[in-house]
């Protein structure tokens, strides 16, 4: 076996696999850009959960329904509601989980969705529901990101996304 041939041989097998998605659904190139993104985005989860779950309900609100929040909270400021505080915190607790290891580990990946795809099937949610608040997610993730906004950071929060709904099916 010649030295120079298989570094060759391995650098040219890197190069194709960074742009080719593995069992996670996203490309090397993809889990960098998210992994770095999502460095910024959890220095303050609180602010981000909370300013995310807010959208959703404006844009989504049949969606109040599936939560515990009571009347008078769903009728005053979300934005004080503690209860969407701490579900939004667990939420994007558990998406940082999901990309700080779970791309880099893609049974831990496998083994979370289930987990999370039993959690929520007792309330019957959906894949069109998780994908509700997915795309909430990334338009609010990428606008946050506005200077860090990439080709490459679109396509991974997409990617992503489309791999945690795609586990509800």
């Not at 593995?22 to 998210?34: C, N, Y």
């Not at 770095?36 to 779950?53: E, P, Q, Y």
């Not at 049949?62 to 009347?71: E, G, I, N, V």
């Not at 289930?114 to 990334?138: C, F, Q, S, Y």
Request: one cysteine or more; charged letters at 25%; proline letters at 2%.
């Amino acid at each position: 076996m010649s030295g120079p041939t298989s570094l060759v041989g391995a650098e040219e097998e890197e190069q194709t696999n960074y742009h080719t998605p593995d069992e996670t659904g996203l490309t090397k190139s993809q889990k960098v850009a998210l992994i770095a993104a999502w460095s910024i985005v959890k220095k303050d989860l609180v602010t981000h959960g909370r300013n995310i779950f807010v959208i959703f309900f404006e844009e989504y609100p049949q969606y109040l329904d599936y939560f515990d929040f009571s009347a008078s909270d769903a009728a005053g400021d979300l934005g004080e509601n503690r209860s969407l505080h701490a579900h939004a915190l667990n939420v994007m607790n558990f998406i940082g989980t999901l990309i700080d290891y779970g791309l880099n580990d893609p049974d831990l990946l496998k083994c979370s969705l289930a987990r999370l795809v039993r959690n929520h099937r007792r309330r019957n949610v959906t894949k069109e529901d998780v994908g509700a608040v997915g795309g909430v997610i990334m338009r609010y993730c990428l606008k946050a990101l506005e200077q860090h906004r990439s080709k490459t950071l679109e396509d991974a929060f997409g990617a992503f996304l489309g791999t945690v709904a795609a586990a509800f099916e």
